[in-house]
């Protein structure tokens, strides 16, 4: 059974940093596609970063250059580094899993997902 859980979320000042965490179990690594979604408060949810399974990562023009999306696999960990962050990246973050190799922005494309941790980015 998948279980995710994420961690790390705060409150930071612009132009911080902070990494997020995701304890991924029950997902066999190398046969999974893994992903950070971000949901703003009456917005959408949005795709920023995926690894598919052969360990290429993806993102998205909003967080390229500033967020660096990472697996531990002796953790069992799918990381988020966030730099330069900025007011409009305040939303809870959410890590998320699927068996298919590859990665799609889609949030339909993902099976499992973790509860979200809050990030709030002061200016």
């Known amino acids: 059974q998948v279980h995710l859980v994420e961690s790390g979320g705060g409150s930071v000042q612009t132009g911080g940093s902070l990494t997020l965490s995701c304890v991924v179990n029950g997902v066999p690594y190398g046969m999974y596609s893994m992903a950070w979604f971000r949901q703003g408060s009456g917005k959408e949810r949005e795709s920023l970063a995926c690894i598919d399974s052969i360990g290429s990562a993806t993102y998205a023009d909003s967080v390229k250059g500033r967020f660096i999306i990472s697996q531990d696999n002796a953790k069992n960990t799918l990381d988020l580094q966030m730099n330069s962050l900025k007011p409009e990246d305040t939303a809870m973050y959410y890590c998320?899993?699927?068996?298919?190799?590859?990665?799609?922005?889609?949030?339909?494309?993902?099976?499992?997902w973790g509860q979200g941790t809050q990030v709030t980015v002061s200016s």
């Open positions: 998320a899993v699927t068996s298919r190799w590859d990665c799609r922005s889609e949030t339909s494309w993902f099976t499992d």
